[in-house]
Nanobody, 124 residues
Framework: QVQLVESGGGLVQAGGSLRLSCAASGRTITPYTMAWFRQPPGKEREFVAAINWRSSTYYADSVKGRFTLSRDNAKNTISLEMNILKPEDTAVYYC??????????????????WGRGTQVTVSS
């Protein structure tokens, strides 16, 4: 399995921006569908966005138009640019990977590798 480490979380005011990164090690991410999930306080983990090996992307409706997911296979990283942040975006954000997975796989069970998460807090 690939090992994943998230970074870039923090505290930001509503309307602001943050950029999350996920660094992979152990294997090249080239054949992996990579994704971000988030877990708001007291709620279940939910899908945010995914990008496959062709760089096709898929977003949850709640973040479409505000978040942009990209990948850099040479650096073995993915990045999530988050704009126009809202208090409801507050959550722990997790990076996930699944080799040759479907980009529209939105369930937690569809991913075989996970990072430990990074906290994003959006104040109103």
């Amino acid at each position: 399995q690939v090992q994943l480490v998230e970074s870039g979380g923090g505290l930001v005011q509503a309307g602001g921006s943050l950029r999350l990164s996920c660094a992979a090690s152990g294997r090249t991410i080239t054949p992996y569908t990579m994704a971000w999930f988030r877990q708001p306080p007291g709620k279940e983990r939910e899908f945010v966005a995914a990008i496959n090996w062709r760089s096709s992307t898929y977003y949850a409706d709640s973040v479409k138009g505000r978040f942009t997911l990209s990948r850099d296979n040479a650096k073995n990283t993915i990045s999530l640019e988050m704009n126009i942040l809202k208090p409801e975006d507050t959550a722990v954000y997790y990076c996930a990977a699944n080799q040759w997975g479907a980009v529209q796989a939105t369930g937690v069970s569809g991913y075989e590798s996970w990072g430990r998460g990074t906290q994003v807090t959006v104040s109103s």
